[in-house]
């Protein structure tokens, strides 16, 4: 577990003590995990060293880096928190479970808190706690798929469905199986094995595929808009030229896959997309065709670290606390992203556009092509970045 950490950026004013609340939290969801008899928590000592091998010469902020010190420490699971002012009375406290061996996130949670400082310190801490035991029992009791289905089945499934009534396929084993092109809106896959499956311009409009199981699917040109993919693995798996229009993708593994050209406006919060294409992907807001507001991509707290966004269209995205450590933005379009707090170590951002972000507090440290970046005049707290000394 690490210190839950303090944020006081956007708060309307800021007292002494205030640190000293987010350190009551630490204390109170320390003790509760420790009470609850499910954890045995790193020593802090321990932990300290792992944190100072891993870190080298960076401060490790993101998740991906402190998934190296939990992994150094011999931790099964990480949990990280902070706790965000905004007023005397409002307060957010956020918290992150991540299963280390697998690099899966479990729960990635925000509640509002409101009253005495001390005392919401005491029961955000307390409900936090809850919720990550409970999300450790859950990871426990998921089970294996239950059948193997073959093509014929799924078919004579899909048909059999009421009318109006989306067919069920929760944990049914569809691996490897030639669903190219097959009509599956709204269908039921929550924890359903596709590996390798073949669903190349598949209808996949409002399924559900919670905790899902993808990698290495061809999902290659497929309708995927209002699609839930919330902790899904998508591992290695190929979307090029998809469509993922209001997509919920939180959490989900997207470590080296292919988003080649895909549209992208979706909520990618705490996502993993290490090492993935996203090549001319568009992702960028689209606000002349959108009646109820902005909708834009939302990769909050990501890792896309070594991720390949070259030529992207990422217009008004948020980036925010995200790790872009190692990534290609070259001729990224990133006019009016938020990069706040955003990773950006060692990033190749050659004629990359950044006319109107926000880059408070981005690290550019050993980033390459800093001098080729436009609207460098118009880049809102361009100043308050980190840069090489």
């Not at 899909?158 to 599956?184: H, R, Y």
């Not at 991509?297 to 670290?305: E, I, N, P, R, W």
Request: with cysteine.
């Amino acid at each position: 577990m690490f210190p839950v950490a303090f944020y006081g950026r956007g708060a309307n004013v800021l007292e002494p003590g205030d640190t000293l609340v987010a350190s009551l939290a630490d204390s109170v969801l320390r003790a509760h995990l420790e009470h609850s008899g499910r954890f045995d928590l790193v020593d802090r000592t321990r932990l300290a060293q792992a944190l100072e091998q891993a870190r080298g010469s960076i401060d490790c902020i993101s998740l991906a880096c402190r998934a190296v010190v939990s992994r150094t420490a011999g931790a099964d699971w990480m949990v990280t928190a902070k706790l965000s002012k905004t007023s005397n009375l409002i307060w957010y406290l956020s918290g992150q479970l991540t299963h280390v061996p697998s690099g899966r996130r479990l729960l990635d949670d925000e509640f509002e808190l409101k009253g005495i400082p001390e005392d919401m310190a005491r029961g955000g801490a307390r409900s936090l706690a809850r919720r990550i035991a409970d999300a450790v029992e859950s990871s426990r009791k998921v089970d294996s798929p239950t059948q193997r289905l073959s093509v014929q089945q799924v078919k004579s499934r899909l048909g059999a469905a009421a009318a109006g009534e989306p067919a069920d396929l929760s944990k049914m084993d569809l691996s490897g199986l030639d669903l190219a092109g097959v009509d599956l809106r709204r269908v039921k896959l929550t924890g359903a094995r596709l590996i390798g499956t073949r669903l190349m311009r598949a209808n996949l409009f409002s399924a559900d595929l919670t905790d899902a199981v993808l990698t290495e699917a061809d999902l290659s040109g497929a309708n995927l808009d209002g699609t839930v993919l919330r902790r899904a693995r998508l591992d290695r798996a190929n979307l090029e030229g998809a469509s993922l229009f209001a997509t919920i993708i939180e959490a989900a593994d997207l470590s080296n896959a292919n988003l080649t050209g895909t549209r992208i406006i979706g909520y990618l919060r705490s996502a993993n997309l290490r090492g993935a294409s996203l090549r001319r992907a568009n992702a960028g807001a689209d606000p002349g065709n959108q009646s109820m507001g902005v909708m834009r991509a939302t990769f909050v707290g990501a890792d896309l670290s070594c991720a390949d966004l070259t030529d992207a269209n990422l217009y008004k995205a948020d980036f925010s606390h995200a790790d872009l450590s190692n990534a290609k933005l070259i001729r990224t379009n990133l006019i009016n992203a938020d990069l706040v707090q955003t990773n950006c170590t060692r990033a190749d951002l050659t004629g990359a556009k950044l006319a109107h972000a926000n880059v408070d507090e981005a690290i550019f440290t050993q980033a390459v092509g800093i001098a080729t970046i436009e609207g460098v005049d118009r880049a809102r707290n361009w100043k308050r970045a980190k840069f090489d000394d």
